[in-house]
Nanobody
């Protein structure tokens, strides 16, 4: 059974940083794609960053390029999202998700397993 547990969200001022963590179990990084998504009130869920080990590739949304970094520690079964230079428009619930696809997929409907989410609020 795939399990995903996010942590690290909180309230931060614009320009600040946060590091989100996703503790994972029940799947192999070799055979799945893992990603971070976010959803702001009244908006659709959107991809933030996605990693495919089989393709050795990481994708970032244009809105976060240069500010956010996805990393992973397979020994600890944990995926991280380092978020720097945060902006008020980054305010959202952030979700960790796993896809049964091994290729890089970036739309939420391609993901099979989801964590419960962690709230990030950036004040201006």
């Amino acid at each position: 059974e795939v399990q995903l547990v996010e942590s690290g969200g909180g309230l931060v001022q614009a320009g600040g940083s946060l590091r989100l963590s996703c503790a994972t179990s029940g799947f192999s990084f070799d055979h799945h794609t893992i990603g971070w998504f976010r959803q702001a009130p009244g908006k659709e869920r959107e991809g933030v960053s996605v990693f495919s080990k089989s393709e050795k590739s990481t994708w970032y949304a244009d809105s976060v390029k240069g500010r956010f970094t996805l990393s992973s520690n397979e020994a600890e079964n944990t995926v991280y999202l380092q978020m720097n230079s945060l902006k008020p428009e980054d305010t959202a619930a952030y979700y960790c998700a796993v896809s049964d696809y091994t290729i890089l997929v970036i739309t939420p409907d391609m993901y099979n397993y989801w964590g419960q989410g962690t709230q990030v609020t950036v004040s201006s």
